[in-house]
């Protein structure tokens, strides 16, 4: 049984139209929402969302590592920085895939995004190895688009194109990712004098990988004072469900989350990540800054 769900893994992995979990949003918040929210950028730093993404001014970094469904040799690395001014932000981010000696696949993403009032605009250039054992590696070109507006202070409109190259840097075709939704989210701070001590988000996006079918994701968070913040996601074709918390303490957040998989099964999402605010205040929680923009 363990034999087949690996081939299946490695089948969404080559095929070039399944974008099987390769090209899932799956760090920080988005191990838990299943990747409802990338559309609006509800984590700072991730691979794969919207690079409108941007907070208040200071910086941080982000670590996570995950066995897709639980499948010894199957490793996935993701790693970030970040670092935002009042109008513009840049991000860094890396991620690898790979499956013992037979396959492994690494991204690089370089994001800029740029703020006036409620509307943000960012972009994304992204450049990506594969390694096989035969024939040699390939160097995959891309970049992404992105668009953020938020017309009332708890509402949130977003959306992201993401393409590839089909087969090498020098080759252009289009098969793009596209990802469009929107969050409510209250932006009281519950560490505030008169804050709500648990404030609400909800997430809902539609997403399309290449040609497939698009997917209806949707995510609800509670975050509780400024230090802790519990999740849970659903998402359709094929149905998934997973939860997840963030806890932070003087700027640390840990994270961890489960996503059940209806065929292949579960997939736990440990994660670490620092943020340090330049605004008045110091160093804030990464669950409490980087959950609610």
């Known amino acids: 049984m363990m034999i087949w769900r690996l081939v ?12 099987f979990f390769r090209d899932d949003l799956q760090g920080g918040i988005y191990g838990s929402s299943l ?7 509800w984590e700072r730093m991730a691979h794969g969302q919207n690079p409108a993404a941007s907070k208040e001014r ?5 670590l996570g590592y995950h066995s897709p469904f639980g499948m010894d040799g199957l490793n996935v690395v993701e790693a970030g920085l970040h670092i935002d001014g009042r109008r513009w932000g ?13 396959y492994r696949e ?5 994001q800029f995004s740029w703020t006036l009032g409620t509307l943000s605009l960012g972009g994304m250039g992204v450049l990506r ?7 040699e590696s390939e160097l995959i070109g891309g970049e992404a688009w ?28 289009l098969n793009p990712i596209v990802q469009v939704g929107f969050r409510v989210q209250d932006e009281q701070d519950g560490s505030h004098p008169g804050g709500r001590a648990i404030r609400p988000a909800l997430a809902f996006d539609l997403r399309r990988v290449r040609n497939s079918y698009w997917r209806a994701l949707i995510a609800h968070s509670l975050c509780i004072g400024p230090d802790l913040v519990l999740t849970a996601g659903l998402a359709n074709r094929p149905f998934q469900f997973s939860v997840g918390a963030a806890i932070s303490w003087s700027g640390a957040t840990i994270y961890y989350a489960m996503r059940t998989h209806t065929a292949l099964g579960r997939t736990n999402y440990p994660g ?12 804030s929680g990464a669950a409490g800054e980087r959950h609610a923009p």
């Open 58 to 62: 200071g910086y941080g970094a982000y």
């Open 146 to 173: 992105g668009l953020l507006w938020r017309p009332f202070p708890k509402l949130v409109l977003g959306g992201f194109c993401r393409n590839f190259a089909s087969r090498n840097i020098w080759t252009r075709e």
């Open 129 to 135: 190895r594969v390694h096989l054992p035969e024939p």
């Open 90 to 102: 840049t991000a860094l981010g890396f991620l690898q895939t790979e499956v013992e000696e037979f």
């Open 8 to 19: 299946w893994v490695c089948m969404g992995m080559l095929l070039p139209a399944s974008g």
């Open 272 to 283: 670490l990540a620092f943020v340090r605010s330049l605004e008045e205040g110091g160093i």
């Open 35 to 41: 990747g409802a929210g990338g559309g609006t950028a």
């Open 106 to 110: 690494q991204s690089l993403e370089v």
